[in-house]
């Protein structure tokens, strides 16, 4: 399969749904952005954010800026959009980060917290940053958190609870695995790529930390806004087909220049 131009890309990303008009409803983004506003760690995401983003509509200008949700407060139903031009900026962006880590050949821990969606597209990556001379940060084992268990599948660190693969928002299995890297006196990663909670608690910590978010997750926008993140790359984290994020990590992996020369659409 030939990798995507930045135009076949946003078509891509457009027909999918993974940007454009995305399934995540307008009042669903204004409640988290509310609840964020309103102190409840759980929109947090592992990120410190003090009293500085009490007011609801700087969350939401902050999310029409490096989102592209719909920047009017009063539309509060119906459709929100991503603006796929801004996903494949923020790519571009990750992808400039992944090239440093390549050739400085740096340690990076990939993580996930939404493995139904992203979980192959960390695992692609991992793949493609050690055959480029990276090392992959192997967690430490018998790690707990959130009353389950953190541990590495292919290549990526997931939450486990019952023999399932845990969707979590949650930074405590992060910061379980960091840790436990401390406890262990082996260092901690030169970058964490990531989602959630995962994301902000590397970020929070002062470790390099770009990452994935969906439009009602504004934690990590405001993250990159402040700094505290490098890149976030708006999008929805869980279509209906996990293929259908393989031509965008193609794209990713070419433009960090992680793949062959080949074909382009």
């Excluded at 509509?57 to 592209?68: K, N, T, Y």
């Excluded at 571009?92 to 992203?118: F, I, Q, S």
């Excluded at 940053?129 to 940060?137: D, F, H, P, S, T």
Aim: contains cysteine; hydrophobic residues 40%; glycine residues 10%.
């Amino acid at each position: 399969m030939p990798i995507p131009s930045r135009a076949a890309l946003v078509e891509h990303l457009v027909r999918t749904r993974i940007a454009g008009d995305v399934a995540t409803p307008r009042d669903n983004n204004l409640s988290h952005y509310r609840q964020l506003a309103n102190g409840n760690r759980h929109f947090w995401l592992g990120l410190e954010l003090g009293d500085r983003w009490r007011d609801e509509q700087d969350v939401l200008a902050v999310m029409a800026e490096r989102c592209g949700v719909n920047d009017d407060p009063e539309h509060r139903q119906g459709q929100d959009t991503i603006d796929p031009e801004l996903t494949v900026d923020a790519l571009d962006r990750m992808a400039a980060r992944l090239r440093k880590a390549a050739a400085a050949g740096e340690r990076v821990l990939l993580a996930t917290g939404h493995p139904g969606g992203l979980l192959d597209v960390h695992r692609q990556t991992a793949n493609a940053l050690r055959e480029a001379g990276c090392e992959i940060v192997r967690i430490p084992g018998g790690l707990m958190a959130d009353e389950g268990m953190v541990f590495q599948f292919a290549d990526v660190a997931v939450l486990e609870r019952g023999a399932t693969l845990w969707h979590t928002h949650s930074p405590v299995p992060m910061a379980a695995i960091l840790d436990g890297l401390e406890r262990e006196g082996r260092p901690r990663p030169d970058l964490v790529v990531a989602d959630h909670g995962w994301a902000g608690c590397a970020g929070q910590r002062g470790i390099d930390s770009i990452g994935y978010a969906d439009c009602n997750d504004p934690a990590l926008f405001l993250g990159e806004a402040e700094g505290t993140l490098q890149v976030t790359v708006p999008l929805d984290d869980h279509v209906a087909d996990p293929r259908y994020y393989d031509p965008m990590t193609d794209y990713l992996l070419d433009a960090a220049g992680l793949l062959p020369s080949v074909e382009r659409a």
